[in-house]
């Protein structure tokens, strides 16, 4: 009976020991052991990175001036008079004409001033192009002179032979002229323009480029031209002439030449996508003619290659 007890009591006491067991395994309400103890981190998900595009399109103004290099300048298709080619003898050969002297013409090419605007598109981080059309500040041709010869007229042949028109007394009727001649130049260029970064420090960019394009002309030209008849005989000084004849031309012509550029400069960005562009440029517009045609008159001033030296400031918004 004793040993009865005795297992029985060594049974309660390992259901005990099970239960304590248990409940000390679930103090926490299961939530694990002292290493577990505390509530489970959340994991944070990583920040989605913003894209940063780079701008592919910009606008740009620029303003400049420009140092001109004097381009020649001559005439051709004027005839005011004749020379007197007589030889001595009873034979006088035909007059050679004459027209204007280039000593006549004078030029305003010294400096002008530019203004433009165009778009640009940038292929890389270093390499864009743009096309740009600019304007350019009138320049001028002026031209003013005199002549002065005897005036010759048909006096038989075969073969044909002139002679001096002669007063009453045997002096020859001389032809006196003056002559104005002013033309005004206008004028554009169009070109596409493509451009190398050499590097970047900062917020600074120098560059160089080239350009290729058309320069349009547009002229507007005004001719005068008098002639009086002077004898000598009767008025020796010629201070009173005779007015024989006074005309005035007006007309526009168009013209085109092939441009070109050289660029080297520097950028700025300014910030919010707005760059100031410093450079200075090689302009070479070629060289075109400005023709007159009217009245009987037919002429053409033409004008040597132009090139000019260009000192630019602008600003380039780029555009996503």
Same mark, same amino acid.
């Given at each position: 009976?004793?040993?009865?007890?005795?297992?029985?009591?060594?049974?309660?006491?390992?259901?005990?020991?099970?239960?304590?067991?248990?409940?000390?395994?679930?103090?926490?309400?299961?939530?694990?052991?002292?290493?577990?103890? =505390?509530?489970?981190?959340?994991?944070?998900?990583?920040?989605?990175? !913003?894209?940063?595009?780079?701008?592919?399109?910009?606008?740009?103004?620029?303003?400049?001036?420009?140092?001109?290099?004097?381009?020649?300048?001559?005439?051709?298709?004027?005839?005011?008079?004749?020379?007197?080619?007589?030889?001595?003898?009873?034979?006088?050969?035909?007059?050679?004409?004459? =027209?204007?002297?280039?000593?006549?013409?004078?030029?305003?090419?010294?400096?002008?001033?530019?203004?433009?605007?165009?778009?640009?598109?940038?292929?890389?981080?270093?390499?864009?192009?743009?096309?740009?059309?600019?304007?350019?500040? &009138? &320049?001028?041709?002026?031209?003013?002179?005199?002549?002065?010869?005897? &005036?010759?007229?048909?006096?038989?042949?075969?073969?044909? !032979?002139?002679?001096?028109?002669?007063?009453?007394?045997?002096?020859?009727?001389?032809?006196?002229?003056? !002559?104005?001649?002013?033309?005004?130049?206008?004028?554009?260029?169009?070109?596409?323009?493509?451009?190398?970064?050499?590097?970047?420090?900062?917020?600074?960019?120098?560059?160089? =480029?080239?350009?290729?394009?058309?320069?349009?002309?547009?002229?507007?030209?005004?001719?005068?031209?008098?002639?009086?008849?002077?004898?000598?005989?009767?008025?020796?000084?010629?201070?009173?002439?005779?007015?024989?004849?006074?005309?005035?031309?007006?007309?526009?012509?168009?013209?085109?030449?092939?441009?070109?550029?050289?660029?080297?400069?520097?950028?700025?960005?300014?910030?919010?996508?707005?760059?100031?562009?410093?450079?200075?440029?090689?302009?070479?517009?070629?060289?075109?003619?400005?023709?007159?045609?009217?009245?009987?008159?037919?002429?053409?001033?033409?004008? =040597?290659?132009?090139?000019?030296?260009?000192?630019?400031?602008?600003?380039?918004?780029?555009?996503?």
């Amino acid at each position: 009976m004793k040993s009865t007890l005795a297992v029985v009591a060594i049974a309660v006491a390992a259901v005990a020991g099970l239960d304590e067991a248990a409940h000390a395994a679930d103090w926490n309400g299961a939530a694990g052991g002292i290493k577990d103890y =505390g509530r489970a981190g959340v994991p944070v998900p990583a920040p989605i990175p !913003v894209p940063d595009y780079a701008a592919k399109w910009y606008f740009r103004l620029d303003a400049g001036i420009g140092f001109i290099g004097e381009p020649s300048i001559s005439e051709s298709g004027l005839i005011f008079g004749t020379t007197d080619s007589c030889l001595p003898g009873p034979v006088c050969p035909a007059p050679t004409p004459f =027209g204007s002297s280039p000593s006549w013409f004078a030029k305003d090419y010294e400096t002008s001033v530019t203004w433009g605007l165009g778009t640009g598109y940038y292929w890389s981080s270093r390499v864009r192009t743009d096309l740009t059309a600019d304007v350019r500040s &009138q &320049q001028s041709v002026k031209g003013a002179g005199s002549y002065r010869y005897d &005036q010759h007229s048909f006096t038989g042949g075969p073969p044909p !032979v002139y002679g001096p028109v002669l007063d009453g007394a045997g002096n020859p009727i001389q032809i006196l002229g003056s !002559v104005t001649d002013n033309t005004m130049h206008r004028s554009g260029t169009v070109l596409f323009n493509l451009y190398y970064d050499l590097f970047k420090h900062g917020a600074f960019t120098p560059y160089v =480029g080239a350009g290729i394009g058309v320069a349009l002309h547009e002229f507007e030209r005004t001719h005068r031209n008098s002639a009086s008849a002077c004898d000598t005989n009767l008025d020796p000084t010629c201070a009173a002439p005779i007015l024989l004849t006074s005309a005035s031309v007006n007309d526009k012509s168009h013209a085109a030449s092939l441009a070109w550029a050289l660029m080297a400069g520097m950028s700025y960005n300014i910030g919010h996508g707005t760059l100031l562009d410093v450079n200075y440029r090689y302009l070479n517009i070629g060289s075109t003619s400005a023709n007159l045609n009217g009245a009987g008159v037919a002429s053409k001033v033409s004008i =040597g290659e132009q090139s000019e030296h260009q000192l630019r400031a602008g600003l380039r918004f780029d555009i996503n």
